[in-house]
């Protein structure tokens, strides 16, 4: 049921073009993939998305054990159809947002103790919990639950938690039951070398048709992580899907494309469209400033999505600043396809062995959005 194969390498640069399939369709790397948190990407709907063009999205198994619960998205008869979307769909295990979501939690070998974010109440999710609920929510692609350590963690800390992820691993293996989903392991380590060296070993022993780098973008200079990536490609293997996770701004996509990666989601482009930010091929363009008041341009002049073809900079900045929903579903559109739009273009450039030509081209505009936001 999954397969990867590798289209194109570009000559330049070495980034590359591959196929996943995957039970629900076929997904053409490198992807950016829209997250879907609560099994909605936020104001948009799923006609949205397939305009949007995009192939892949993610939903999240913290929030969806939470509520309304994973017994009742399998009575649904899984996410597909409980949120009709019949394209792939890819859960995080919930690691992450265990870390960052709750203030009270205890961290053991057996797993971790938690508070609901909703309403306090306390719940336990080992290794073998987290694949459980995955299995039933039913996503093509799912995620090894891990232990995510703050960026600036001192190096006794992030062993420790990587011993804890290494021995997860072995047991979330053990408990994945459904062959039509894809289990991807997750390297970790922080920001030590050694560690994630260690950690990525450790992966490709289970690692079937793709595996996961997390731990990342999580506060470290942006340097920083691509000298992690830089650490790690050395031993990626040829033949399967590279997935940086949470990482969505679209100068970390390019570098990281560059750097052999071939899958990326992240929160990013539909958060900064709430509060009234669009992507452009020269930075962030902050609609809401008052510059925008009179500008009856679209938001980006080749842009081919639904926002940009009908609606100008002006009229957006009026919803947005009425606080109005549809501002920020028109941006969301909008910044959704600039994602989609900009992997078409990349593909593309490797397709033509340039990808090399577009990168130095593109870190060279992307710099300063026209609303004076810095990159």
Not at 105 to 126: L, N, P, Q
Not at 265 to 288: E, K, Q, S, Y
Request: neutral net charge.
């Amino acid at each position: 049921m999954f397969k990867y194969e590798v289209i194109k390498v570009c000559k330049q640069s070495g980034a590359r073009v591959g196929k996943l399939t995957t039970p629900h369709g076929e997904i053409i790397t490198p992807v950016f993939m829209p997250v879907g948190t609560n099994a909605t990407v936020k104001a948009l709907t799923p006609r949205d998305l397939e305009e949007a063009k995009a192939s892949i999205i993610l939903a999240n198994t913290y929030h969806l054990y939470l509520r309304p619960g994973e017994d009742l998205v399998a009575k649904a008869g899984g996410l597909h159809e409980f949120m009709q979307w019949h394209k792939p769909i890819l859960t995080d295990s919930g690691g992450f947002q265990v870390f960052s979501l709750s203030a009270m939690r205890k961290i053991t070998d057996e797993g971790v103790t938690f508070a609901s974010y909703i309403d306090g109440s306390r719940h336990f999710m080992s290794p073998e919990k987290a694949i459980e609920v995955e299995n039933k929510l039913g996503a093509d692609i799912i995620m090894a639950f891990d232990e995510c350590t703050e960026g600036n963690s001192d190096y006794a800390t992030a062993k420790t938690a990587l011993r804890r992820t290494n021995l997860w691993l072995d047991r979330c293996v053990k408990a994945h039951q459904r062959e039509d989903q894809m289990l991807f392991p997750i390297v970790q380590g922080n920001m030590y070398k050694d560690l994630r060296i260690e950690s990525i070993k450790k992966v490709l022993e289970h690692a079937k048709c793709g595996f996961s780098i997390g731990g990342l973008s999580v506060g470290e200079p942006k340097p920083v992580m691509y000298e992690m990536l830089d650490t790690l490609r050395p031993y990626y293997p040829e033949d399967q899907p590279r997935y940086l996770m949470g990482v969505g701004s679209p100068d970390c996509l390019v570098e990281g494309i560059m750097r052999g990666i071939d899958m990326f989601d992240c929160v990013l482009p539909t958060r900064m469209a709430r509060n009234g930010t669009a992507f452009t091929r020269d930075g962030n363009l902050t609609i809401r400033n008052a510059t925008f008041a009179e500008d009856f341009a679209p938001v980006e002049e080749d842009c081919d999505c639904y926002c940009c073809r009908n609606f100008s900079r002006a009229y957006i900045r009026h919803l947005i600043k009425s606080d109005e929903i549809l501002g920020g579903k028109l941006l969301s559109i909008h910044n959704i396809r600039f994602l989609t739009r900009l992997m078409e273009d990349i593909r593309q450039a490797i397709m033509e062995d340039r990808f090399g030509d577009f990168y130095r081209e593109f870190t060279a505009r992307y710099k300063w959005g026209k609303g004076g936001d810095k990159k």
